[in-house]
């Protein structure tokens, strides 16, 4: 049971904030709702910009990392589809270096020349290292609009097309950070050992005088019902063949988002699952291959991934991987297997919620889906899932017509 308090602000921050008498050390953390599915089409990869142009300097602060450093603390951010993510780890008797930094950034960023074009030169080098010039590096580029045809998750984090980011106005990135950097749409979360009255004073002191903004209200295209089997291959410049099967699944608040996360633990999880043993032990088809969901907060994706094993046929794994999805779609689960996956799921999150950078992350990313609660909530929730619901979910996304195909073929003159 991760404990937690909650209150707003005046400008509409909502403030969480965990007491954990046992560490020495503080978390600020500040999760902003905005993400990839909040771009324009035309301007794509501005919420990974602001990743890096959140550290380029703010109007009372020329650099942000020092000042932390010396607080003895340390920083990081990520950006995904859905929200953008910023952190600080620090002694807690330093705390307020952490808010005092965060809440200049909130207030206003230098918006200098210097800055955009620094961070915008880092973003593109970036985008070619990481997507252009690495082996499978461009695969969710090609992938996400194979699958996504009206949603805004058919572009990566990283944007489009480099020319977005290259074009980029000054004037562009500051209506987007008007629009979406501000108190009413941000959540901000603390944890350490403090004090409940003295963390609102010192968060209003901070944070109360910053102009609340206007929650913008997000209406997003929903995505058609995938009828049909879709297929893309792609040739590149990479060590051997693989393949990664994209089926439709629900959203992050559905009832089966769960037994989805499940069922690809079942399927493909680690050593012991049961495309592993199947297609890399036993027939050698594969050097590795995973199942996973992408875990979005609009409708996802459940993944199966890998790579051939030299010789082996894109027709080959296909007939075999077939044969392992209708095993799953015809029979029941046997309760040791299910008993097994459940063990393993409980152990991790057990793991994860001794980190308190993570019990942190959590009840922000909780309670932006409508309740850090939540978090407390996800046992039971595993605990509901039997072998039916397994079969009946299995049943739901593994189908043929709901399945985008990518294959990346190496070169043959390679």
Known sequence: MITFERFTLENGLKVIFHKDVTTPMAVVNTLYDVGARDESEDKTGFAHLFEHLMFGGSVNIPEFDTPLQLAGGENNAFTSNDITNYYNVLPVNNIETALWLESD???????????LEVQRAVVIEEFKQRYLNQPYGDVWLELRPLVYKEHPYKWATIGKELSHIEN??????????????????????IAGNLELVDVKSKVEKWFGDIPGGKKTVRSLPKEPKQTEFREKIIERDVPTDAFYYAFRMVDRLHPDYFVADTLSDSLGRDKSSRLYIRLKKELDLVSDINAYITGSNDEGLFMISGK???????????DALTEELEKIKNDLIPKEELDRIMIKIRTSRTFEEQGLLSRAMNLATNELLGDANKINEEDAEYKKINSE?????ANNILQKSNCSLLKVKANSND
């Not at 980029?168 to 979360?189: G, Q, R, W």
């Not at 051939?308 to 296909?318: I, M, R, S």
């Not at 619901?389 to 979910?393: C, F, P, S």
């Open 105 to 115: 950034r909130m207030l206003s960023l230098a918006f200098t020349p210097k800055s």
């Open 168 to 189: 980029a106005t000054m004037e562009d990135v500051k209506a987007f950070f008007k629009k979406h950097y501000c108190p009413s749409n941000a959540i901000l979360s």
């Open 308 to 318: 051939l094993n030299d010789g082996v046929t894109f027709k080959q794994l296909d």
């Open 389 to 393: 619901a397994i079969l009946r979910v």
